[in-house]
C-alpha cells in the first residue's frame, strides 16, 4: 500500500489503528469524530480558496504561496498532526514545491483557533524515511498490533474493533 497521510498520523496516534486502516480494514464512515472532522473541512472551504488539493495519494487541506496549512478539529494528538504535515511538506518537496508548514487547530468548544508552524528540516526528512519504512514494515506483519489502552480510544473509529 503506498504510504499517506492518514497512515502517517495512525502511525504516530496508535500502531493498531496504522496497521488496520492499512490493511483496508475501514471503520471510520461510522464515526462521529471523522464525520466532524470532515464538515469544519467543508466550513472552511467556503471561505477560503486552494482548499482541498489532491496530489497522488495526499489531500493538502489549503496550499498558499507560503504555507501548507492542516486543518484539524482537536489538538489531542499534535504529535501525529505535526508529522502528517511534515509529511505532506516532504511529497511537496520532492515536486519542487518548497513551503512551510501550518496546523490550525479548531476546538469546537472554544472561541479561539490556535495554529502552530513547522519547517521541513534535514532531520525531519530522516525521520520521516525511517518512518515509511517502519510503516511499511508493520503493514505487513501478520499479527496486529496489541490495543493500546489510552483515553483517546473511546473516540476512535475502531473502539469497537478492538473492544467490543
Known sequence: MRINGTLINY?????????LHGNRINLEDNSEAVKTGKAIHEEKAEHYHNVEIALENIRIDRLTKEYLTEIKKSDADEEACKWQLL?????????????????????????NKRVETFELTED?????????????????????????????????AYYEYCYI
Open 124 to 156: 525531519y526528512e530522516n525521520q520521516l524515511e525511517k518512518v515509511i519504512d517502519d510503516i511499511h514494515v508493520l503493514l505487513m506483519q501478520e499479527e496486529i498490533p496489541e490495543v493500546i489502552h489510552k483515553k483517546h480510544c473511546k473516540k476512535c
Open 87 to 111: 509529511y505532506y511538506l516532504l511529497i511537496l518537496k520532492q515536486k519542487g514545491i518548497n513551503r512551510k508548514g501550518r496546523i490550525e487547530f479548531i476546538e469546537k468548544n472554544k472561541s
Open 11 to 19: 502511525y504516530f496516534h496508535c500502531k493498531r489503528q496504522c496497521y
